[in-house]
């Protein structure tokens, strides 16, 4: 596994306590995907520094590179209309977190590249976040790497704001 960057947060939180969640790359494809965890580690410190209600909360890695930890979440969308968790007026809620999440990544200069409900959280409380940062991209980047879900992406050549309202648009 890779050494942890230098000025990167380490989390001394081991899971699987039950409130931390650690984004893990399945071993066997590691080597392939590996770019696709330092990618998300570069955005998610960025995020560290400048966090928002509405994106999910990460709070390090370990001292190598086996993945990311971030505070756990009740569920996604897809498992919360499954269990009957989610109502119209929580779905209206959901929008308007995930809309004042995409402005905040605007703020800084960035698009999240793969917006569906499977990357919607619910917190205990209520709130919904936005999740998984390896699609993240600047504003007029060209896109490398991972670039959203087949059926929830825009095709483009790069980053723009366009992508994520395309994706907000799938999840409405």
């Not at 899971?15 to 955005?43: C, G």
């Not at 995409?102 to 917006?115: K, V």
């Amino acid at each position: 596994f890779p050494p942890v960057p230098p000025n990167t947060t380490t989390s001394n939180t081991p899971s699987p306590i039950v409130n931390v969640y650690t984004k893990r790359v399945n071993f066997l494809r590691y080597f392939k995907h590996t770019h696709l965890l330092l990618h998300e580690l570069q955005y998610c410190e960025l995020l560290r520094t400048h966090p928002h209600l509405n994106l999910a909360l990460y709070l390090g890695t370990q001292s190598r590179i086996t993945g990311l930890v971030f505070t756990r979440y009740v569920g996604d969308l897809f498992i919360l209309a499954e269990f009957g968790r989610l109502s119209s007026m929580n779905g209206v809620h959901c929008y308007n977190s995930i809309k004042a999440a995409m402005q905040r990544l605007r703020n800084l200069n960035m698009m999240h590249g793969d917006i569906k409900p499977g990357n919607n959280l619910m917190e205990h409380q209520g709130n919904f976040v936005l999740a998984n940062f390896d699609s993240c991209h600047v504003l007029g980047e060209k896109l490398r790497g991972k670039a959203g879900t087949p059926g929830c992406l825009l095709e483009a050549e790069a980053a723009s704001k366009e992508y994520d309202e395309f994706g907000l648009g799938r999840v409405k």
